[in-house]
């Protein structure tokens, strides 16, 4: 087993509790720039549904013609 003592002799028995506390409490204070991160993906996965409903109403039209 890892010795998980710290120098101050505080002992940890999750092992990375002290550094999961570390990482959380210096989150990044950019709030909105990460909020609007996501609409890249969004905006590609919309396109590619309507894309995709469109090829097949294409091949649907085609086939009955």
Do not use: C, H
């Amino acid at each position: 087993m890892a010795n998980t003592q710290g120098p101050q002799g505080n002992y940890d028995p999750a092992g990375s509790t002290q550094m999961f506390r570390a990482f959380v409490d210096e989150a990044p204070q950019g709030g909105p720039q990460q909020a609007s991160a996501p609409a890249g993906p969004r905006v590609g996965l919309i396109i590619g549904v309507i894309v995709a409903v469109a090829v097949v109403a294409a091949v649907a039209w085609l086939a009955l013609k």
